[in-house]
């Protein structure tokens, strides 16, 4: 497995609270990626990372921020959370000369 | 929009015949597909891939097929096995922009002993 901790594993917020969910990586990859996971909808990425202090948005960005100081952390925040936030997070890693992205265990997170 | 579809939500086959999912895409710029496998309370995991250039790729039992012009690829398991029940993702990785895998929806593979 590839060296890749999401923290936390569960989390129960309440509407209009902010959280942050972690990511820690040891294989020292370049590039890191935040996707959601709801039913029928697949995996949809949410904000990427293409080195320290470059970040991008993807297609469902909205009501998230991201952030990553270190190359081995990749932070993301929600500023006020929603009940349409509940869901499923995966971090990914890649490194830059294959596109094979290597995931974390994920992340549930419940707004109530 | 979805770029990338897979349009049968599940599947269930019998133990030792073929499993053969679909995905479909629309962006023409995409240059590299990807299969993924998923258990319940897990991270999806990297199962096989194929480059643009090629039309089929293997990896034991698993083989990747992929049809350019009608922008269609197809996963085959032979033999399935009861331990292949998952969720399979498609992904398709584009050639240009922004370097990041989009996913289809998945599709339930079941396979009965």
């Known amino acids: 497995d590839a060296g890749i901790t999401q923290s936390p594993r569960h989390k129960v917020t309440e509407t209009g609270t902010p959280v942050t969910l972690r990511c820690h990586q040891t294989e020292n990859h370049r590039y890191m990626y935040w996707y959601r996971q709801d039913p029928g909808h697949g995996l949809r990425l949410i904000h990427y990372?293409?080195?320290?202090?470059?970040?991008d948005k993807g297609e469902v960005s909205d009501g998230y921020s991201v952030s990553r100081s270190k190359t081995e952390d990749f932070l993301l925040t929600l500023e006020s959370a929603t009940s349409s936030q509940t869901s499923v997070y995966f971090c990914?890693?890649?490194?830059?000369?294959?596109?094979?992205?290597?995931f974390g265990q994920g992340t549930r997170l419940t707004v109530v | 929009d979805q770029q990338v579809k897979q349009n049968s939500p599940s599947l269930s086959v019998q133990e030792g015949r073929i499993s053969i999912l679909n995905c479909d895409y629309t962006?023409?710029?995409?240059?590299?597909f990807l299969w993924y496998k998923k258990y319940p309370a897990e991270g999806p995991t990297f199962l096989i891939s194929i480059s643009s250039i090629k039309d089929k790729n293997e990896d034991g039992r698993f083989t990747v097929f992929l049809n350019k012009s009608a922008k269609h690829l197809s996963l085959h398991i032979v033999p399935s096995q009861p331990g292949d029940s998952a969720v399979y993702f498609c992904?398709?990785?584009?050639?240009?922009?922004?370097?990041?895998?989009?996913f289809g929806s998945g599709t339930r593979l079941q396979v009965q002993p």
């Open positions: 990372s293409y080195g320290v202090k470059d970040t």
């Open positions: 992904a398709a990785n584009p050639r240009t922009g922004r370097r990041a895998l989009t």
């Open positions: 990914a890693i890649s490194e830059s000369s294959t596109p094979e992205a290597f």
């Open positions: 962006n023409s710029m995409f240059d590299y």
